[in-house]
């Protein structure tokens, strides 16, 4: 600090009055050190990035190898739909399934663990990028607009890696799956054709049916990235229609209950509905068990629309469930849709008695609290 005299017009004359003043470079000092110790963060921190990445890289190597390795012996159905062991004559074992399938699943669990340690770190990075960015000379000393932005910033990093994960979960489990399938069904009738020419015929009946599961597959694949229906024929007929796919592909008893004549809503209210309709299934499917059923109900009352979703599953205790601000999947994330536009949403549930997801949504013209 320095002391300033400064003469003030219409004083008396030979009257100094005397100002406080904090010098500049003192001020660039303390952000210049700011911006070092958050350059020092982000070095430590890429670098224990650059070891997740060795580690999510093995991880994923190893299970690459074994998946190959499951293939080539055509094992890889039974090591997860059967608890049995091949054998050889009856006499021992000639693979332990319950080690390969034990394994397989720690596999999977390190790879899911490393690619979501790797995510968060690199979400982390990017944003002491953007806290040094704002620390830097041009924004330091500039008065703050938007607090939110760099939240807002974060989440949308969040929700997009999510995404990326899901697509790869998606397409690893669907269309790649059945163009494996379509490959060792022609490595099987390349040795047919070799041993029994006329059998090769039905194994190219059978090589068919693949490649119509996979086209079917691969279609269903691109309806739930953007259903395009949704703005050709509207949210009701949309809702049938994934209903109904969701209900032959999982063999799952769906019933859907949807008012004739729904309000007239935003592209993005009926974007995400369909979304949260489309994540509660996917969590009935997960976690609800095998014979659980599920009812989705829309309806509008007064002005609010009300979206519910419930199952008869295992249920579970939504106290015991974390919310992870930010991403965009999981309850969290249809928590997060529903804010975005206006609308609340509920989760009930308890062991044993089944789960209900509960959207309340505010129409044109809606004011107040929303009402059940």
Avoid at 184 to 198: D, L, M, N, S
């Amino acid at each position: 600090m320095y002391v300033k005299a400064f003469v003030v017009v219409g004083a008396e004359p030979g009257v100094n009055v005397l100002i406080k003043a904090a010098p500049s470079d003192e001020l660039s000092a303390i952000a210049e050190e700011a911006r070092r110790e958050l350059a020092s963060s982000e070095a430590r921190l890429s670098a224990l990035l650059e070891r997740c990445q060795e580690i999510a890289s093995g991880a994923v190597k190893d299970q690459t190898e074994l998946k190959r390795f499951l293939e080539e012996f055509g094992l890889e159905p039974s090591i997860y739909d059967r608890g049995d062991v091949f054998s050889n004559l009856n006499t021992a074992p000639l693979f332990d399934m319950e080690a390969m399938r034990a394994g397989a699943l720690e596999l999977a669990a390190e790879v899911s663990r490393s690619a979501s340690l790797e995510a968060n770190l690199g979400i982390v990075i990017q944003i002491l990028r953007a806290a040094n960015q704002q620390l830097s000379p041009d924004h330091a000393f500039l008065r703050v607009q938007d607090t939110a932005d760099l939240r807002m910033q974060q989440a949308m990093n969040s929700a997009r890696e999510d995404e990326r994960r899901r697509l790869a979960r998606e397409i690893h489990d669907g269309p790649a799956q059945v163009l494996s399938n379509a490959i060792f069904a022609v490595h099987t009738a390349e040795q047919i054709a070799k041993r029994a020419p006329g059998q090769v015929a039905d194994e190219l009946v059978q090589l068919r049916e693949l490649l119509k599961d996979g086209v079917a597959e691969i279609r269903r694949f691109m309806f739930d990235l953007r259903p395009t229906m949704l703005q050709d024929l509207g949210l009701g007929p949309t809702l049938a229609r994934y209903v109904d796919d969701y209900s032959r592909f999982f063999a799952k008893r769906v019933k859907l209950t949807c008012q004739e004549a729904l309000p007239t809503l935003t592209p993005d209210q009926e974007l995400t509905i369909f979304r949260i309709v489309q994540e509660a299934l996917q969590n009935v499917h997960k976690h609800a068990g095998p014979d659980a059923d599920a009812e989705v109900n829309l309806s509008s009352s007064g002005n609010v629309l009300v979206l519910s979703i419930s199952d008869n599953g295992r249920g579970f205790n939504p106290g015991t469930v974390t919310p992870r601000t930010g991403h965009g999947a999981g309850l969290a994330g249809i928590k997060e849709r529903a804010n975005l536009v206006g609308g609340e949403l509920t989760v009930t549930s308890s062991a044993g008695q089944g789960t209900t997801i509960k959207l309340r949504m505010p129409l044109r013209g809606h004011t107040g609290p929303l009402q059940a």
